[in-house]
């Protein structure tokens, strides 16, 4: 194996595939490519395990509490940004569970619009209106009955540690 001069690190990420009365709940918002529909998702943040950045990316965008409680799968999806030509890689860990009380009032993310509630003919006929192929996947794969334990993610007590503490 040859050595690379830079070490390729696709970009973590969390998704929710909620599901209430046949419908999902989806958010619509502003990307660099225009207005898209994303389940409820983000990044994950330094100190944070997947579970966690799942509920708090649902809080943040949808003004929902949520608790993680299966994992429907893992996805590498590579993206081309239509606009701006970048190439990005994306580790994606989706999560389905319990939704919470919803926050009245509370702010929503920078660059999300609302939240919807959509139906699966209704997600199939706006597909390219979708962030990204995995949103629709990742929904169909909830649907086919993909549960995994939690306990299939581990995250060592050594992540949350800030190592600039005194």
Sequence with gaps: MRAMPNRWKPNVTVAAIIERDGRFLLVEEETSDGVRYNTPAGHLDPGESPVQACAREVAEET???????????????????????????????????????????????????????????????????????LVLRCIEDYLAGRRYPLELIHTDASVAVDPFAG
């Design 63 to 133: 003004a929902f509490d949520f608790v993680p409680q299966a994992l429907v799968g893992v996805y590498l999806n590579r993206f081309v940004r239509t606009r701006t030509g970048s190439d990005i890689t994306y580790l994606r860990f989706a999560f389905t569970g319990q939704l919470g009380a919803f926050h009245q009032g509370q702010p929503l993310d920078q660059g999300i619009i609302r939240s919807v509630w959509m139906t699966l003919e209704e997600l199939r006929a706006s597909a390219a209106m979708h962030r990204s192929p």
